[in-house]
């Protein structure tokens, strides 16, 4: 069984909209899908339809936040003692094209917000990350052409 790296911030966020699809979104589904049974004729009842798409939409992504937090293997960055970059680290990068500086902090796939300033393990631009040291140039192939990153700074917290 494959571990899940995340975070307890991405653990605990997951496990809150968990709880929320297994009550209240739920509860919204049923009440809709009996509401369109009041209806009549199911055979052309597109609200009914459109409920039992929604229900089993829901009950798929349930199935899969459950899978995913079982196989949870969550990582505290204020425990990791490294020069290196590894998951959960917040690394401060001077972007050399733009001459700009950005932070990001790797966490797992579904924790993930670029606007936040969080990317995930799996991007282009982690990948190029891991391993690599303070002062040490990194190259992101990206849709738009190579970018070249400097890392500044490396911080677990």
Do not use: C
């Amino acid at each position: 069984m494959e571990r899940i790296p995340m975070t307890q911030e991405g653990a605990d966020a997951m496990r809150k909209e968990l709880a929320i699809m297994k009550g209240e979104k739920r509860h919204h589904i049923i009440a809709a899908i009996e509401e369109a049974l009041a209806h009549g004729d199911l055979s052309e009842n597109a609200e009914y339809h459109a409920a039992k798409e929604e229900q089993g939409m829901n009950e798929a992504r349930i199935k899969l936040m459950e899978d995913k937090l079982a196989r949870a293997q969550i990582i505290d960055p204020k425990t990791i003692e490294s020069d290196k970059i590894v998951f959960g680290a917040t690394v401060k990068l001077l972007d050399l094209d733009t001459d700009k500086e950005i932070t990001y902090k790797i966490v797992g796939e579904d924790e993930a917000k670029i606007e936040n300033g969080t990317i995930s393990i799996t991007s282009p631009i982690a990948r190029a990350l891991i391993g690599k040291e303070e002062g040490d140039m990194a190259t992101v192939r990206a849709p738009g052409g190579d970018r070249e990153l400097e890392i500044v700074e490396i911080i677990y917290q």
